[in-house]
């Protein structure tokens, strides 16, 4: 959590920031603007246990993001952390358990591989999405309504 510079408005930085979570519609939920210049979201991130995606899901991460905007700096936090661990059901389907487990409660001995594993790959999924945010809130370029082409019966 670090203070950024804003280089537009923040009304324009708030339409970005809503443009950037109807875009990943599947990760991020909105939960709105508090006040003039808060934006919270939920957002949930898959782990996989093996290397870069390849391998099985491992574990469901929903977090809450809450975005400070203020004229010329703007600030995102990560926070609320809750990991769900996967198990396969009769089908062989891999689903999250009902079993929540909050971040910040560190393992025991011998679940503390999987959780520097779940830390790890955590770290690397927050700092893509918060790269991707910032890159899309410093953006000049308003959201366009595109219209469909008209099509014409005529030359049919």
Known sequence: MEVEELSVPVQQAITNAQTFIDRNGKQLKSDGVVGDTVLLANGKMVLYKGSSGIGRPSAEVSY???????????????????????????????????????????????????????????????KKLTTSLKASLKSNHSKETSKPAAISTKSW
Request: aromatic share 10%; net charge positive; charged share 30%.
């Open 64 to 126: 809450q993001m809450r975005l400070d905007l203020r004229p010329g700096k703007y600030k995102i936090i990560l926070t609320e952390f809750v990991v769900k661990p996967y198990q396969r059901d009769r089908y062989g389907n891999f689903v999250p358990t009902t079993l929540a487990v909050p971040l910040e409660r560190e393992p025991d001995k011998l679940g503390r591989g999987d959780w520097q594993r779940n830390m790890a790959s955590i770290i690397v999924q927050s």
